[in-house]
DNA sequence: AATCCGTCTATTTTT
DNA sequence: TAGACGGATT
């Protein structure tokens, strides 16, 4: 037993074995976050204050589910199968099919991701006859998604204005439609499962009595429907435990609430708030760095990383003359590294937006490094993988019209838009999907329609009882897929990708334990309980599990992601890339409630993502949107400590060569040659300059000439701002 | 049925 | 600048 808590520290193991209470673990970067969460579930069994079907734990991503299973099982000698662990929507996908009558959903129910959901909201417009530019599809799909969010349904929303009504019609059209296409979008897994339990007592009583203690990860990121959810299960009984870190919170944009946290301690009235404060990732250096600048934030619980381990290295800040300069600098400085001995995976080059990668894909590349870009499309979202599975959808759910109109005509069989409107119109006409209204198309259109139908009609008979990989094997021969991608040009990664479905379907029968028991239900739902039915378990999990980004994890490449996608990794090295105002923080966050606020926590989770060692750097000339811009350092680095930093490159005096300016004209004191450019100002565009009130900023545009001539100048976090030349006293930096 | 062309847009992302 | 998308063309 002891040796379960021997690894911990005073406060880990505090939170390990607390007694049934709710409790709320601050557990700052590096801290251990995921070994208390998982020692105290292991602990809990092991102690018979818990069995592993008495407890719940949730998380946001597949992958952390995973790696609390893992973890768990290494720890104890259980099966962790059956136990539920999983995300939100995992949890509650669980709960609709093991009572799917109660919820109102057929057992088959289809669950659409983002872009399945649009497609469905593209196809509603269009049969409502909607102007798509007065309500644009994704406006309206983001008005649905929030509204449920907030646990709305069309009925409640308040309406204000003409549009909010026609949206809020647009929503209710929407729900309709889903509802008779059995298909559930993500928000409505979490409304449907919080709806299910608010209304039917005895159920949320079972779920009650049954889960004495839930725990919850990266609670700073759980959105108010969610807090909600985790209420109703919890009761007046249960024992929330509740880990986060109000500083790494990073995605309000999303509808995450920081507030929860403080609300749950007010609610439950939590007496258990336990700091976890001793990291053990980063040298001391990069964690002054992290609370000095997480410091500027008003808005926090409060917190302070320390470490046993010594200062280490000093940050390393590189100022660069454009961004083609920052990339070859970067790119640099990792060969160096990598001579060093430093291995590539643990080489993490971050930037606040994607579109910042190509420069510096393009010097790595040219340097001779290996690289693998993070995020992009995923397996389960590509092209051919939603083709199949629309095949495979309709072999499940027929009337699911989203998936026949993907594959009604694709591969080309001659099912044109005059067959496909015909369809469409008899369908509306009888009220009925589309598929059953194939059978009153008349003429042409009729014949060709009929024959997909009989096409799906006969895989379903021929692939009747197979395997689950050869049921999609099936599909890709009959559907014409394979056929189709092989003929294409450059159609041999789809074809390969069509291949790793079977694969995918093989490992998942192999991971659920098909034939050996039905997936983990209740007691007392036997009678609701679906048939075992490996496709119908597979579409879902195609869903809720969008699958590995194309790179191969394996690979020991240098990672490049956003600091978005940083979170909960951490590196030996670490390049924080484009440090500039603008850019991170990013202009937009400024015109968001408390954006800077998240935008500097945003630069905590990129700080504390290093282990050793910390590259900052920032660029005066970036081309953006094929435009040239010209940007002051991040506030970010005047938030640092100066003493733990380390200037590669004079401070405030930048080295500019020649070359760097050929597309820009060059600030005065550079040029060989007088420029002949039309505005004679004594300034140039590009030039860092002093104001008396406004402090540094950097010209980036100018007009007129003589005394009318004014210049706009980027003060950071003054703004910017256009001064008359005459009257500003503006002085070279 | 495929290809071309103009238009639009351009933080961050998981499920 | 570049990519995605939709409509129109061939």
Not at 343 to 349: C, F, G, K, L, Q
Request: charged share 25%; proline share 5%; glycine share 8%.
């Amino acid at each position: 037993m002891s040796s379960l808590l021997d690894p911990l520290n005073p406060e880990q193991l505090q939170a390990v074995t607390l007694p049934n209470q709710h409790a709320l673990i601050l557990a700052g970067a590096g801290s251990g976050k995921t070994r208390v969460l998982t020692t105290r579930i292991a602990w809990l069994i092991q102690t018979g204050n818990a069995t592993p079907a008495g407890l719940l734990a949730v998380t946001f991503t597949n992958k952390a589910a995973r790696e609390m299973l893992t973890r768990i099982a290494a720890m104890l000698p259980i099966s962790t199968r059956g136990m539920w662990i999983g995300t939100f929507h995992g949890l509650c996908n669980r709960m609709l099919r093991a009572h799917h009558r109660d919820a109102g959903l057929p057992p088959l129910f289809q669950i659409l991701d983002t872009q399945d959901q649009l497609g469905a909201v593209k196809r509603l417009l269009k049969s409502l006859d909607v102007d798509e530019d007065r309500y644009p599809p994704k406006q309206v799909q983001w008005f649905i998604n929030d509204r449920k969010e907030e646990g709305l349904r069309a009925k409640d929303v308040v309406v204000h204005d003409e549009a909010g009504r026609r949206y809020t019609e647009l929503f209710a059209a929407y729900d309709e439609q889903c509802q008779k296409e059995g298909a559930v979008d993500f928000p409505e897994l979490l409304l449907r499962c919080f709806e299910l339990l608010q209304r039917n007592e005895p159920l949320r009583a079972h779920y009650q009595a049954r889960f004495r203690h839930i725990l919850v990860d990266e609670f700073q990121d759980t959105n108010r429907l969610q807090y909600r959810w985790l209420k109703l299960l919890a009761g007046k009984e249960n024992a929330i435990f509740a880990v986060g870190d109000d500083d790494q919170s990073i995605y309000a944009f999303r509808g995450a609430n920081v507030g929860n946290m403080a609300d749950l301690e007010r609610e439950y009235r939590v007496q258990n708030v336990i700091r976890l404060e001793q990291n053990y990732r980063s040298h001391g250096n990069i964690l002054d760095a992290a609370n000095a600048l997480i410091a500027h934030n008003r808005k926090r619980l409060g917190k302070n990383l320390w470490t046993a381990a010594g200062e280490g290295e000093p940050l390393r800040v590189y100022e660069a003359a454009s961004d083609g300069y920052e990339a070859r600098f970067l790119a640099e400085e990792v060969q160096s590294l990598l001579r060093e001995g430093c291995a590539r995976r643990d080489v993490a080059i971050l930037y606040r937006s994607n579109a910042q990668s190509r420069v510096i894909e393009h010097a790595l590349f040219t340097q001779g490094i290996p690289y693998r870009v993070y995020g992009g499309l995923r397996f389960f979202e590509r092209q051919e993988i939603k083709h199949a599975l629309a095949y495979l959808r309709l072999l499940a759910n027929p009337d699911d019209d989203g998936a026949l109109l993907r594959v009604v005509n694709f591969p080309a069989r001659g099912i044109g838009a005059r067959s496909v409107e015909a369809l469409q119109d008899a369908a509306a006409a009888g009220g009925t999907s589309l598929w059953q209204a194939v059978p009153r198309v008349a003429g042409k259109a009729g014949a060709a329609v009929g024959a997909f139908v009989k096409l799906i009609d006969t895989l379903r008979a021929s692939t009747q009882g197979l395997p689950l990989p050869e049921v999609v094997a099936h599909a890709l021969q009959a559907s014409g897929l394979r056929a189709h991608y092989k003929a294409e040009r450059d159609g041999a990664d789809r074809v390969e990708n069509l291949e790793e479905l079977v694969n995918a379907a093989a490992a998942f029968v192999q991971d659920e334990g098909y034939g050996a028991q039905a997936p983990a239900a209740d007691a007392g739902d036997a009678a609701q309980l679906p048939v075992p039915d490996p496709l119908g378990q597979f579409l879902a999990h195609a869903a809720l599990e969008s699958g590995e980004n194309q790179a191969a994890e394996g690979t020991d490449a240098v990672q490049l992601m956003t600091v978005h996608s940083a979170k909960g990794l951490e590196f030996h090295t670490v390049f924080i890339t484009g440090l500039e105002e603008g850019l991170f923080p990013h202009e937009q966050s400024a015109t968001e409630q408390d954006g800077l606020e998240e935008e500097r926590r945003l630069m905590y989770v990129a700080i504390t993502r290093a282990r050793t060692r910390l590259y900052l750097s920032f660029a005066q000339t970036r081309l953006l949107h094929g435009q040239t811009r010209y940007n002051v350092a991040s506030r970010f680095l005047d938030e640092i400590p100066a003493g733990v930093m380390k200037w590669l490159t004079p401070r405030d005096r930048p080295v500019v060569p020649d070359s760097a300016w050929q597309a820009a004209p060059a600030p005065a004191r550079y040029r060989k040659e007088p420029g002949g450019g039309a505005p004679h100002l004594p300034f140039r565009i590009g030039q860092s300059v002093v104001h008396a009130k406004f402090g540094q900023g950097v010209i980036v545009n100018a007009e007129g000439s003589g005394t009318d001539a004014r210049v706009q100048i980027n003060f950071g976090p003054q703004g910017m701002k256009w001064l008359q030349l005459e009257y500003a006293k503006l002085q070279a930096a």
